[in-house]
């Protein structure tokens, strides 16, 4: 018996993708980089980057201890804040 899966994308005439996996050191390489940016200066590593605004959503995350000295909010809803990133050089 067919897959449901393949039967519906057949009716409606929709092409199947295959699905892709990462490499587990692809994703290790990644969360090894996340806990690097967690643990150190949050403006420090923003300031090696073009970065021009912050958003932060409260709601998805809550526990975020951001230091608001190169941040300027600009605008809010709600829990949803833009913050003008203002780098330490300028």
Known sequence: MKNVGNRASNIFGLKTEPEV???EDAVQKVLSRAKELQSSDFIRELNQYKVDYLIWD???NPDWKINFNNLN???QNGNLIIFKFIPPNS
Do not use: R, S
Request: charged share 20%.
């Open 21 to 23: 996996y990462l490499p």
């Open 58 to 60: 409260k709601n998805k």
């Open 73 to 75: 909010p600009v605008f």
